[in-house]
């Protein structure tokens, strides 16, 4: 690909006006050797250095194609991405971990990101899907202040139980992780009346103070979790 020629401006008044744009929705970039090809070019062109928006929706990008861009992004590539778009795609619990530890202040990935979306495809399989451990990671790593410009958040169309929702109302309230956060959607998920009550548990301490979207459609809650 010529890189210059899939990029165009876009104008992105929640994401603070007109954003750099490299659209590669629908192009099977899935391949780790296409992923890492992609992951070189990210660190060496200068038209990379000015992306503030990723669109990698539906390229079957796998756990082994996220991690070798998760590595890149740790050296420096796509600072300035805030809209990365990896959903509809075969990412599980351990691409997500790589891509969690990738963003700790440690290693410092994508400190601009406002707006990460993992929504996966409901009819998919469960095991290229983000479960409670991929969460769990996610969440522990803004613990440690990663992705602290976030603001939204899509985790929909996975697999994600009550554990990892747990995981994640823990990093929001006595860890101070995601205090920018303003959209969170979770449907379509596995979380139950335990999981709904630690995440509400969480906003009554304090967390979250900054949401105006939740959704939590389409998973297993009951009478008690309403």
């Known amino acids: ?25 629908y192009e099977n970039l899935g391949s780790k050797r296409q992923m890492t090809i992609l992951a070189k070019a990210a660190c060496a062109t200068l038209a990379f250095a000015q ?24 050296k420096g590539a796509l600072a300035q991405v805030t809209n990365l778009d990896l959903s509809f795609n075969s990412i599980g619990d351990a691409g997500t971990t790589a891509l969690a530890n990738a963003c700790t202040p440690a290693r410092g990935a994508l400190p601009s990101l406002k707006k990460l979306q993992l929504g996966q495809d409901r009819a998919g399989s469960d095991n290229q899907k983000i479960g409670d451990a991929g969460v769990s990671a996610l969440a522990k790593a803004c613990t440690k202040g990663a992705l602290a410009s976030l603001k939204e958040l899509f985790l929909d169309g996975n697999r994600i139980g009550d554990d990892g929702v747990r995981a994640l109302a823990d990093a929001c309230t006595s860890k101070g992780g995601l205090k920018l956060l303003i959209r969170l959607f979770l449907d379509s998920n596995q979380i139950g009346d335990a999981g709904i009550s630690s995440f509400a548990d969480a906003c009554i301490k304090g967390g979250l103070t900054q949401l105006k979207e939740l959704d939590f459609s389409d ?8």
């Not at 401006?9 to 954003?19: A, E, K, R, T, W």
Request: charged share 25%; with cysteine.
């Open 1 to 25: 690909y010529d890189v210059r020629r899939q990029m165009f401006d876009l104008n992105d008044p929640d994401l603070g006006g007109v954003s750099r744009t490299l659209d590669f929705q």
């Open 51 to 74: 992306l503030t928006v990723l669109n990698l929706f539906s390229n079957n990008i796998s756990d082994a194609g996220i991690s070798a861009l998760a590595d890149a992004c740790a």
């Open 219 to 226: 998973n297993k809650i009951g009478d008690a979790g309403r």
